[in-house]
């Protein structure tokens, strides 16, 4: 079986170490990972949600912290801090740090993003095929308004310095109107037998994942079931700050309305935590099969009993 799934960071890779769990020996999982949340820092391109995947799946990742490598130190940062070089707001380990400069690295030397991430799997074996959306440069803006006036600030500044706390006006994924799917990836939906949607964000992972020209297409007319599960419970993200860029987007921090804003074109499928069982109804009558079951990713079985129910809706999609 070959199983497709869009992933942006926490979320995503939580989700398809579930995932992983429950598949059968010899099932393909290709995973297309959010880009727009990259950043320039120190010289350096850094990739978080394709980096929080690769290091989740690959054994390496800051368990409790859900992004950066586990027993990291930072003495890097701290001697930047101490030339009064910032951003200090980002936080960069030295371990971390390493896997940034092989990726610039290799970047100068004129590779493009989709080999440097196989290059740096070769390491972490996370055990799926990891593909950047695109190899093109696309950076999620935010449009706030504050003491400094109308302006425009990058994602991880709105969602990291500023913790979400001002009014997102718009999201903009800058570049994402002329860049073009990675090698592979258009393929990999089009070959795939299910596509599954984890709880990633809905706007800034896999929202700006869709909006590189010819994926939300590809997905939405594929063969395969699509299945998505909801990132919200209970009227509010589990982890994170979703509601405020579904707000930006206008749309409500619910199950039910993240279902329909993805659109019965888009999804066949959609799970939503028992607590939110209301829901099934209008989700159904919106044109997607839609069941609850518990949607907290508490521990390695709770996850993959989530995966397994994604699996299983998509068979009944199927039939
Ligand atoms: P990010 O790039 O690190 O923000 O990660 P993602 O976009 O992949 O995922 C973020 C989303 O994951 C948030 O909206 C959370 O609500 C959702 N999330 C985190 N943990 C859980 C969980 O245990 N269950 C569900 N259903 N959603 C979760
Ligand atoms: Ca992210």
Same mark, same amino acid.
């Given at each position: 079986? $070959? ?21 059968? *020996?010899? &099932? ?19 990739? *978080?949600?394709? &980096? ?41 380990? @030295?371990? &971390? ?19 440097? /991430? ?16 695109? @190899? ?9 308004? @504050?003491?400094?006036?109308? $302006? ?28 073009? !799917? ?9 070959? %795939?037998? +299910?596509?599954?949607? *984890? ?8 929202? /700006?994942?869709?909006?590189? *020209?010819?994926? $939300?297409? %590809? ?19 589990? $982890? ?10 206008? +749309? ?5 309305? +993240? %279902?329909?804003?993805?659109?019965? @074109? ?10 939110? %069982? &209301? ?14 079951? !518990?949607?907290?990713?508490?521990? !390695? ?19």
């Amino acid at each position: 079986m $070959r199983i497709v799934a869009l992933a942006g960071g926490i979320g995503g890779a939580r989700f398809l170490r579930g995932l992983k769990d429950v598949v059968a *020996p010899g &099932d393909e999982i290709t995973v297309i990972g959010n880009t727009g949340d990259d950043i320039h820092l120190f010289g350096l391109k850094v990739c *978080p949600d394709l &980096d929080t995947v690769m290091y989740t799946l690959g054994g390496g990742i800051h368990e409790e912290q859900g992004w950066g490598r586990s027993e990291e130190s930072y003495a890097v940062k701290d001697e930047l801090a101490a030339y009064g070089v910032g951003p200090s707001w980002f936080g960069l380990g @030295d371990k &971390d740090f390493a896997t940034h400069i092989v990726r610039t690295q290799m970047l100068g030397a004129g590779y493009p993003l989709s080999a440097v /991430t196989e290059a740096l799997c070769d390491r972490w074996q996370p055990g799926v095929r990891l593909l950047p959306m695109s @190899d093109d440069r696309v950076e999620t803006h935010v449009r706030i308004t @504050d003491e400094q006036g109308t $302006r425009a600030v990058h994602f991880q500044e709105y969602w990291v310095k500023l913790h979400a706390a001002v009014t997102a006006e718009a999201i903009i994924p800058v570049g994402a109107d002329t860049a073009k !799917p990675a090698p592979g990836v258009l393929e990999a939906i089009a070959a %795939a037998d +299910v596509i599954l949607l *984890p709880p990633s964000n809905p706007v800034v992972s896999i929202g /700006t994942i869709l909006a590189v *020209p010819g994926i $939300r297409r %590809a997905v939405a007319q594929a063969a395969a079931p699509v299945v998505g599960l909801s990132p919200i419970i209970g009227g509010a993200p589990v $982890r994170g700050m979703a509601d405020k860029v579904l707000a930006a987007v206008g +749309v409500e921090a619910t199950a039910e309305a +993240v %279902a329909l804003h993805y659109g019965s @074109d888009l999804i066949d499928g959609w799970l939503v935590d028992e607590a939110d %069982a &209301d829901a099934v109804a209008a989700v159904t009558a919106g044109g997607i099969r839609c069941l609850a079951v !518990p949607l907290l990713m508490s521990d !390695p079985a709770a996850t993959a009993a989530m995966a397994r129910a994604a699996l299983d809706l998509a068979e009944r999609v199927r039939a």
